[in-house]
């Protein structure tokens, strides 16, 4: 697919309910129905996707929820049929099959995070980064396979409230499904908030990607944001 933070065009339909005896929702739900191709682009094979989250908020501060998506991704071009070797063109529709695990837990500046993700559907071989590109016509398949998988957790506390912020995550990704494609990262940093809307954020990240020869290298990374 193409990069679009997850942004699609449809219709969507959320709320929660089931009030607890102080008023507080303990149940928020949400089901989309979109075109599946991501942002700025049209519904290639004309079937749509469902997407739908359920999350159980026991108690304030704390949300705990699955999600789901069917539906497909699709392109119009030329391909070579794995099977005959033959040339094909057309559409292409590639289904996808997707869920996640999720929970959170914020308050007083405390957040833990945590989600597992796992898609099962082939990919195109190459991704499009234009849709004037041979890229976007392209319906070869991708040889990673038809599994993929991730985790993630994450932990902010605070040391000095709405002042100094330590942080640390481990993220993980596998293109396959499997151990041999693994990019793990190791992170650790702090924010310090110079004034209520400045933020000064630093962190070191160690990385372990098994498709390298050398698997392992270090990223640091330092920002200074503003919000206004």
Not at 4 to 32: C, E, P, T
Not at 69 to 92: F, I, L, M, P
Request: glycine residues 10%; positive net charge.
């Amino acid at each position: 697919m193409h990069s679009s933070n997850g942004r699609d065009i449809g219709i969507m339909a959320q709320g929660d309910f089931l009030k607890n005896a102080n008023g507080r929702n303990l149940l928020h739900y949400a089901v989309s129905v979109v075109n599946g191709q991501g942002i700025n682009l049209k519904d290639v094979d004309q079937r749509k996707n469902v997407v739908a989250s359920f999350w159980v908020m026991p108690i304030e501060g704390m949300r705990i929820g699955v999600s789901g998506w069917e539906g497909s991704y699709a392109r119009k071009g030329n391909w070579t049929d794995e099977q005959s070797g033959e040339s094909r063109s057309g559409v292409r529709s590639l289904p996808q099959h997707r869920y996640a695990i999720s929970g959170e837990y914020a308050s007083n500046g405390f957040t833990f995070r945590s989600e597992y993700v796992h898609s099962t559907g082939k990919a195109f071989a190459k991704t499009m980064t234009d849709t004037n590109d041979a890229s976007a016509s392209d319906c070869n398949l991708s040889a990673i396979g038809s599994k993929a998988d991730g985790f993630y957790a994450l932990g902010i506390v605070p040391v000095v409230k709405s002042k100094v912020n330590i942080k640390a995550r481990y993220d993980l990704y596998r293109n396959n499904g499997k151990w041999n494609s693994a990019k793990t990262f190791y992170e650790a940093g702090a924010d310090y908030y110079l004034a209520k809307n400045l933020r000064l954020s630093a962190e070191y990240a160690l990385v372990n990607d098994r498709s390298l020869s050398k698997h392992n290298y270090s990223l640091v990374n330092t920002e200074l944001s503003i919000k206004f």
